[in-house]
C-alpha cells in the first residue's frame, strides 16, 4: 500500500467507526484492509484477469456464439520455422502494418457454439492450460454464454490439435461435454490414433499425446466421417475440406434461410501476414504445399461470395470477411454488434 493510500484508508476507517458505531469494527476491518475508494483518498484493488468471453449473431435461423479460449504468444525465433518462405525484410514490414504484439507470433485462441433450434453443437473446444498456460477458457466462455457443457450435443472438431480439441478432456478421463458425439475425418483421426502415423507428425510426440488425451474418454461416441465436399455433419453444417494443415483438416459451412458463414479452424494463424501471402508455406504443416493449396482457394471462395467467416484464430469477436488486396487478400473484421 502506499502513504497516500494507507493514510486514506485509516481515516476512512476513523470516519466509517465514527458514523456508524454499530457497525464500526466491521467497517474498520474493511477499510484498513485497503478496500478504499477514490471519494475516501483509497484505490480499489485490481480486477484481475479478463472474465470469460463470448459474442454472439445469428447466421439465418442460427444463433453463433464465438467463445475466447485465450491466446498464444510465441517468440521471435519461431518466425522462421513458422514460415519458411519470409524474409525478414518482407515480414517486418507486414508485422509492422498488423501492429504485430512483440516478440513473436500472437494469436487468439477461439471456438463457436451454434444453436441450430435442432443441435447445440460445437466447433473446435479450445485447449488447456496444462499444454498452453494462456488457454482453456472455453468452458468458463461457454457457461457465461448461457449454456452448459451438459447442454452440448455434438462438438465437430475441424482437426485434433491441442488448442482446438483439448477442451473435449482436460485429464483424458473425464469427458468435459459428457452428452456429447464428437465429429472428426477419418482421415484426421487415424493420424492422430495410428502409431504408423507418429513419424509424420511436425510437432512430435507432445501434440499426439495431447490428441489421445483430448479423445480417448469419449470412445464410442466418436462419429468419423469421410473428407467430402458439402458433407453435412449435422443439419444446416456442410464440410468444406482444407487438407494441408494436418490430412484431415476441414472447414465448416453453416447454412440457414439465404445465409451463410464459414468456420475455419487454422487456414490462417496470422490475418495480417497470411492473408497478404497466402502462398507462404505454414513450417506446421503436415503438408505445407497442400496447406498453402487448401487456403488459397478457401481464401478465393470467401472473397468471391463476400462470405461471413469466422476462425479459431481469427481476432476476437471472431466474424469477419475477406476481401481481394492485390496479390493477396485483406481480412475486414465484422465489429462487434449488440443487437
Ligand atoms: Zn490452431
Redesign the pocket.
Known amino acids: 500500500m502506499t502513504e497516500i493510500a494507507r493514510r486514506g484508508a485509516l481515516m476512512a476507517a476513523a470516519t466509517a467507526a465514527a458514523a456508524l458505531p454499530l457497525i464500526g469494527t466491521a467497517a474498520a476491518q474493511t477499510a484498513s484492509s485497503g478496500a478504499g475508494t477514490a471519494a475516501t483518498g483509497g484505490v480499489p484493488p485490481q480486477r484481475g484477469p479478463n472474465p470469460p468471453r463470448f459474442h454472439r449473431l445469428k447466421v439465418g435461423d442460427v444463433e453463433v456464439t464465438t467463445l475466447l479460449d485465450g491466446a498464444m504468444q510465441g517468440v521471435n525465433a519461431g518466425i522462421p520455422t513458422f514460415f519458411p518462405d519470409s524474409r525478414p525484410e518482407e515480414i517486418v514490414p507486414l508485422r509492422e502494418r498488423a501492429f504485430a504484439i512483440e516478440p513473436g507470433l500472437h ?1 487468439p ?1 477461439g471456438a463457436y457454439v451454434l444453436n441450430t433450434g435442432r443441435n447445440l453443437a460445437m466447433i473446435d473446444c479450445g485447449g488447456h492450460s496444462s499444454f498452453i498456460p494462456t488457454t482453456g477458457q472455453t468452458l468458463d466462455a461457454l457457461r457465461a454464454s448461457g449454456y452448459t457443457p451438459e447442454h452440448v450435443d455434438t462438438v465437430i472438431l475441424t482437426h485434433i ?1 491441442p ?2 480439441a483439448l477442451g473435449l478432456s482436460y485429464d483424458g478421463v473425464t469427458r468435459n461435454f459428457p452428452n456429447a458425439e464428437i465429429i472428426v475425418t477419418q482421415i484426421d483421426f487415424q493420424f492422430w490414433t495410428d502409431p504408423a502415423m507418429e513419424s509424420r507428425v511436425p510437432q512430435g510426440q507432445r501434440f499426439i499425446e495431447a490428441a489421445r488425451r483430448a479423445i480417448r474418454p469419449y470412445d464410442g461416441r466418436i462419429r468419423t466421417v469421410e473428407m467430402r465436399e458439402g458433407l453435412e455433419v449435422i443439419p444446416g453444417v456442410f464440410m468444406v475440406p482444407a487438407p494441408g494443415h494436418t490430412p484431415g483438416h476441414v472447414s465448416f459451412r453453416v447454412t440457414s434461410q439465404n445465409q451463410s458463414m464459414l468456420i475455419w ?2 487456414i490462417a ?1 496470422q490475418m495480417v501476414i497470411q492473408l497478404a501471402r497466402p502462398r507462404w508455406r505454414v513450417g506446421v504443416d503436415v503438408d505445407p504445399a497442400m496447406g498453402v493449396e487448401s487456403r488459397v482457394r478457401t481464401l478465393t471462395m470467401l472473397a468471391e461470395e463476400r462470405l461471413l467467416m469466422g476462425g ?2 481469427v481476432p476476437w469477436p471472431g466474424f469477419g470477411r475477406v476481401i481481394r488486396d492485390g496479390e493477396g487478400f485483406l481480412y475486414v473484421p465484422r465489429p462487434a454488434q449488440f443487437t
Do not use: L, T
Open positions: 494469436q485462441v490439435h488448442e482446438h479452424g487454422d494463424h479459431v484464430h
